[in-house]
């Protein structure tokens, strides 16, 4: 703790500093309750991404016989290459005043295959992996929105816990010492007053 000067100016500097710690503490307890609702919906919305990622791939499972024959196709036209992702959209948003990427779209490399050469699966197995691939982008979005969110919610909570246990309880130490010495030495001031005043008394007799 630093050393004060144990002054009434000193004394009135302390009050406007607690003061201003207990007005702006109520904001920074406001904004952490707000992350962390805002974090736990964002999760609970990425884990819903999450299960219905899961869902089409258990669903894709149902044609793991029918995918034997992707071996039969040409080497670099394999169903999986018939996919791939050439952009995926992000526009800035804001969450509790962080600023956050926001999923804003996918687009992919037009894939063209001989209709004729693959079978009529492969149209359902590709729309499958576009769903996958755009649900992953999303996914992907919604991890760095969090990540974003727990570095603020780590910062406030620091600021929450300097006001709380350091900033007011230091301000609030300070304001006792110094009214306690000004106290003190009024009635030092006085006393002195009264001796003074005693022999002032006597001497005139």
């Known amino acids: 703790m630093a050393k004060i000067r144990l002054t009434k100016n000193e004394l009135k500097k302390q009050k406007d500093e607690l003061r201003r710690f207990q007005r702006y503490l109520p904001t920074l307890q406001l904004k952490k309750q707000q992350l962390q609702m805002v974090i736990q919906r964002v999760e609970r919305e990425m884990q819903q991404l999450i299960d219905q990622q899961q869902e089409k791939r258990e669903a894709l499972h149902k044609w793991i016989a029918v995918f034997g024959e992707n071996r ?74 969090i990540d974003l969110l727990k570095k603020e919610l780590r910062t406030t909570s620091q600021r929450v816990n300097l006001f709380e246990k350091i900033k007011i309880p230091e301000a609030q130490s300070n304001i006792r010492k110094i009214r306690i010495y000004l106290g003190d030495q009024q009635t030092a001031e006085v006393v002195r007053g009264k001796i003074s005043k005693n022999k002032i008394m006597r001497a005139s007799e």
Do not use: M
Request: glycine share 4%; charged share 25%.
């Open 72 to 145: 039969s196709f040409p080497e670099s036209r394999r169903v999986q290459d018939l996919v791939a992702v050439t952009h995926v959209y992000r526009k800035q948003g804001n969450i509790a005043g962080v600023p956050i990427p926001v999923f804003d779209g996918i687009e992919f490399e037009s894939a063209s295959y001989d209709l004729l050469a693959y079978p009529i699966w492969v149209d359902h197995a590709v729309e499958v992996l576009k769903e996958l691939a755009e649900l992953e982008a999303k996914i992907d979005t919604l991890k760095e929105q």
